[in-house]
């Protein structure tokens, strides 16, 4: 849900379903989230070529406080049980930075959507814990 937005600041209020990983995206503004509830757990990715490869793995547990630069490529799994709760806090006018989406399987990028992103949303397997 959309709390604010200005030329120099996005706030949005996010939870996230249990069991969903939501495709890799990128922001190209900072943020701030504050993760009030819940876990949530974001994959962050390279470009390599066209497609992107997993680089690291941030595991996060309520109450706390997590970065992203504005050149991260991430994709975000809440992990635990129930839904979680975060204020994220973009410094910069989110809805109109041109932003990148990939699909699940990291080879097509995008110009995001939220449509598709949605779409690209996947109950979690195995392969999502590792």
Excluded at 48 to 64: I, Q
Excluded at 70 to 96: E, K, P, Q, T, W
């Amino acid at each position: 849900m959309l709390l604010a937005s200005a030329p120099d600041m996005t706030v949005y209020h996010i939870a996230l379903s249990a069991g969903v990983h939501y495709p890799p995206h990128d922001h190209r503004v900072p943020a701030m989230i504050g993760l009030y509830q819940g876990t949530e757990t974001s994959f962050s990715y390279r470009r390599n070529g066209m497609a992107l490869v997993r680089t690291g793995r941030h595991d996060h547990a309520a109450p706390c406080v997590a970065s992203l630069p504005a050149d991260a490529i991430h994709s975000v799994v809440n992990m635990g049980a129930v839904r979680s709760g975060a204020i994220h806090v973009y410094f910069g006018d989110l809805a109109n930075v041109e932003r990148s989406i990939w699909d699940s399987d990291l080879r097509e990028e995008r110009r995001f959507d939220n449509g598709f992103y949605f779409e690209q949303a996947r109950r979690l397997d195995a392969s999502t814990h590792s």
